[in-house]
């Protein structure tokens, strides 16, 4: 199919024959010899299994994947367009005999063993903790500390390559390929019974087993793998990139088998196995599994590609059932966590770094240094503010020999429903019976069974510890983290809408508007994220969550890395369809410009439901994406600015692309409004905007806001482009800094979210009325619910020549900021290609005297020159005109860009 897309593509065999010979010869090199792969299998941690969510399964998932018929498997391979529409799964439970209370508070899986175990209280972030890091230097100097590069494989040779041990000379990762499989190949499967080859690797490491009080039997049912239900198949170094989905509702990219047959499989070179098979990786750390929807994390790899490949039938997708599977528990990802996972790993606990914290040793035990620990805190501030969280909540003190004396945590959280599964273990809503708030409760079960679970442990620590510093609206925050037993308690914020993967497979596709502002919103994530050098690694849909509201947060930092040069060699992490050409080809780059490119990939998802070259097998992928100049199809129906905007991002060359800083100037998100739902203006009609669909309004101030009043501040900073001018009734902590709009694909029932291009024909499902979205289990992952087959569509292809044009210029610090500014007259022109210069981010606003004639609901000439562009922002727009409150933000600070009438309207 692809090839016929490609124009050049049937001229030029011989070339690419040599050119993939070269690439087999590259990823062969990554996968290593079996004995090397034996030697880092620890590296290859199953960081990425199917995080299924049971909110994000539908009904023929639950058929499917509960069938080990290779012919159920042939029909999740189905094209994503063929996929039915989700049907509303039975909401998981947690079963009564398997739940019991803990002294914390936290219900938590009652087990008949009867091992030692402890109980660590780990703080929440809190900032005056940060003990002597007065600066953000050395705050991100503590990152660095924690990173885990993916060279674990190598990590595991000795404590002193654990990520808690302190960075690598560079920093860099360099020779083990991690990778998670797309939930839109049919990669990898997670929570996928062992393979024989699995087995036997696991056997070699049952030796293994761990201190911290929690040993676990290798014998334990958790670790017996289901060997009899279905053969498997390995491949040795047959490329590790192949996935399968164990479920279609998966992740999409999971099963690329799913999403395209055998046409796809024969596509490529590299690729053996069944097509109508799920495979999985082992000793690929991250391959995704592919019954896990959305979670899709999964579809990253990481840790030790190296290993062989195991191709393994599909077992049921665990998440079709709410309840708990015994492969959930088996050897999943979950039981392979060390049960010395539990450290004061938040690095403000006590104000030790944390790499002092854990040490593994070679022979797997972990060597845990004696920190000092967070003094008891008890307070009856929220629980979610820095001063008293989950972690922080009234405590006992702890002695540096915590594992031994064992913390008594007066946690008030309540585990509820499932929210979904990843590589780790399982997230459910956690409830605060004091305060009445949620939280994401990630559950992990700390096992020692096989280096992996070290791996997967150190990978966890680098994510608690990297998210621990990290506060910023558009990253889902870290609260704290305890442990109870042997399992380990991650409190985060929780974000009720799910992945965006999930949305795109249950709602189809995005409308323009939507794409523009979760785009802009990630990109600010990421604006914040790159200034303090750390690259996230794994961005895509499925990372990315939503909350009703239409507010975006980037999450799954377990590839996050803190970076110290800015041009080192790159790990092989990240998911395939999403990985950026430099990471294929190991070559040297802008780090951070990693996390571009996915965004590019991720605007392509949001705007198709799948990423590029999804028509690919994994390994196929990423030939195109390393060995190519291809660039994937860019969907017709994308404004122009959408357009130039992926293409921007999408620059092979990482030099060329753009900065997360300087993409917020882009006309495509530059005038991105916050797909943010608001109450109907409580002020007079003298602070409604005399313009139709321009209102003032006020928010109450919500939850969160009284969460972390510090996130206020921070998003003031991080927004202070969005600052309003206080009017007579108006205050900075109750004006929206945003314009807001109810197109949040998941709050609004208004179909503005579907352009007039979106063929599917179906209206997104109200929120209120769906109770696949009010409950959060029920989305049908499957089948790819309004994916839109590429052929489908109309394309342009844009063939790579070394980037559209001028690399921007370096923004100053402030163009980081993200802008709320409504809508413009910005040019895309004026950013793309050689046209790019210093009018390039020149001021939005400035030269338009007359922004309320740019208010939404007003197609921009030149931006839209697509016909039914413009006639979806004229529908939507009028919708907005209808439905929306609009929250003008107003720079009013010394950069102010907003022309002055404009300020002087709300003084
Ligand atoms: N903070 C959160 N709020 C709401 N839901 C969440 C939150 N964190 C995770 N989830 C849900 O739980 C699922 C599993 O999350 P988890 O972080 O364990 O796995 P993942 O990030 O998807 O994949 P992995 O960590 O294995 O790479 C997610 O896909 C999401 O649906």
């Not at 049952?206 to 334990?220: D, E, F, M």
């Not at 790993?345 to 845990?368: C, F, L, V």
């Not at 890395?561 to 990471?583: D, N, R």
Request: include cysteine; charge should be positive; glycine fraction near 8%.
């Amino acid at each position: 199919m692809m090839p016929s897309l490609w124009g050049k593509s049937s001229g030029k065999d011989a070339k690419k024959r040599a050119s993939k010979e070269s690439f087999i010869d590259i990823l062969h090199r990554k996968f290593k010899t079996p004995s090397e792969a034996k030697l880092n299998s620890r590296s290859g941690g199953s960081r990425r299994h199917c995080n299924d969510s049971v909110s994000e399964r539908g009904s023929l998932a639950q058929d499917v994947c509960r069938s080990p018929s290779p012919l159920k498997h042939v029909a999740r391979c189905q094209s994503f367009a063929d996929r039915s529409h989700a049907q509303p799964l039975p909401l998981p439970g947690l079963h009564p005999k398997s739940v019991g209370r803990t002294d914390s508070g936290i219900s938590v899986p009652i087990k008949p063993r009867s091992e030692k175990c402890t109980k660590s209280f780990l703080p929440l972030p809190r900032p005056a903790c940060i003990r002597s890091k007065t600066n953000q230097a050395e705050i991100d100097g503590g990152l660095i500390t924690t990173s885990v590069s993916s060279e674990s494989s190598s990590d595991s040779d000795g404590p002193a390559d654990t990520c808690l041990n302190g960075p690598r000379a560079t920093d860099c990762d360099t020779s083990v390929i991690t990778t998670t499989c797309s939930p839109y190949s049919s990669m990898a499967l997670k929570d996928q019974k062992p393979s024989i080859s699995q087995m036997n690797l696991r056997e070699s490491r049952k030796p293994a087993n761990l201190a911290y009080g929690c040993h676990i039997s290798p014998t334990s049912p958790k670790h017996r793998p289901l060997i009899n239900q279905s053969p498997n198949l390995q491949i040795l170094h047959s490329g590790a990139f192949c996935s399968a989905p164990d479920s279609s509702m998966s992740s999409p990219s999971r099963s690329p088998l799913r999403a395209f047959g055998t046409e796809q499989v024969v596509n490529s070179a590299f690729w053996c196995g069944k097509h109508y098979a799920d495979v999985t990786l082992l000793g690929s750390g991250h391959c995704s599994s592919p019954g896990s929807g959305h979670n899709s994390g999964h579809n990253s790899m990481g840790g030790d590609m190296s290993g062989q490949v195991f191709w393994l039938q599909s077992r049921g997708s665990p998440e079709n059932s709410p309840l708990p599977s015994p492969r959930m528990t088996s050897p999943g990802p979950s039981s392979r966590i060390h049960s010395g996972a539990v450290t004061p790993i938040h690095p403000r606990a006590g104000g030790a770094s944390t790499e002092q914290q854990i040490n593994w040793s070679d022979d797997g035990k972990q060597q845990s240094h004696r920190l000092p620990l967070p003094p008891v805190t008890i307070s009856n501030a929220s629980p979610f503010s820095h001063t008293n969280s989950a972690a922080t909540s009234p405590s006992v003190p702890r002695s540096p020999g915590r594992s031994e004396a064992p913390v008594g945590p007066v946690s008030h959280w309540k585990k509820g429903k499932l929210l979904g599964r990843g590589t780790f273990g399982h997230v459910y809503v956690g409830f605060n019976s004091e305060s009445g708030e949620m939280c994401a409760m990630k559950e992990v079960t700390l096992f020692s069974d096989d280096a992996k679970s070290k791996e997967s442990a150190k990978q966890l620590m680098q994510e608690i510890a990297l998210l621990s510093r990290l506060q910023h609206p558009n990253i889902v925050q870290y609260y704290g983290s305890e442990t109870i037993d042997d399992k380990l308690y991650i409190y985060l914020e929780y974000v009720s809408g799910g992945s965006i993967y999930k949305i795109l497979q249950e709602y189809g596709q995005l409308g323009e508007l939507a794409i523009r502002s979760y785009t802009q919103q990630i990109l600010s994530g990421l604006a914040y994220l790159h200034a303090k050098n750390t690259v996230h690694r794994d961005i895509k849909g499925a990372n990315i969550l939503a909350d009703p509201n239409g507010r975006v947060k980037l999450a799954d930092f377990g590839m996050a890395k803190h970076i110290t040069g800015q041009s080192c060699p790159l790990s092989f992490k990240g998911s395939p369809y999403w990985m950026a050409p430099e990471v294929i080809k190991n070559s040297s780059g802008s780090n951070l410009a990693v996390d571009i490119w996915s965004l590019g990939c991720t605007v392509l998802e949001m705007a198709t439901t799948k990423p590029p070259w999804s028509q690919y097998e994994g390994v196929a992928a990423m030939f195109k994406i390393g060995n190519s100049k291809e660039l994937p199809a860019i969907p017709e129906h994308l404004s122009d600015d959408g357009k130039d905007f992926i293409r921007l991002c999408l620059q092979r060359n990482p030099v060329h692309r753009p900065t997360a800083a300087q993409l917020l100037e882009h006309p495509f998100v530059k005038s991105a409004v916050l797909l943010e739902r608001v109450e109907r203006p409580v002020s007079g009609p003298e602070l409604l905007d005399p313009s139709p669909g321009v209102a003032v309004t006020v928010r109450p101030v919500g939850i969160s806001q009284l969460r972390n009043p510090s996130f206020d501040s921070e998003r003031l900073t991080m927004h202070s482009s969005r600052i309003t001018k206080p009017g007579p009734l108006i205050s900075d902590t109750l004006v929206p800094r945003n314009i807001s709009c109810p197109v949040s694909p998941i709050g609004s029932p208004l179909p503005q979210a579907r352009s007039p291009q979106n063929y599917n024909g179906r209206m997104s499902p109200s929120p209120i009325s769906s109770p696949k979205t009010a409950s959060g289990s029920c989305t049908p992952l499957s089948g790819g619910v309004g994916s839109i087959p590429l052929h489908h569509m109309k394309h342009k292809f844009y063939l790579h020549e070394g980037g559209v044009g001028n690399l921007p210029k370096p923004l100053s610090s402030r163009t980081y900021i993200s802008s709320g500014i409504p809508y413009h007259e910005a040019n895309s022109e004026n950013f793309r290609g050689s046209q790019m210069s210093s009018h390039m981010f020149s001021d939005p606003v400035s030269g338009n005297d007359n922004i309320r004639g740019k208010q939404i609901g007003r197609p921009i000439p030149g931006n839209l020159i697509n016909g039914k562009s413009v006639l979806n922002d004229r529908v939507s727009r009028q919708l907005l005109r209808d439905r929306v409150k609009v929250n003008l933000s107003l720079d009013v600070g010394p950069s102010s860009r907003l022309p002055n009438h404009y300020n002087n309207k709300l003084t």
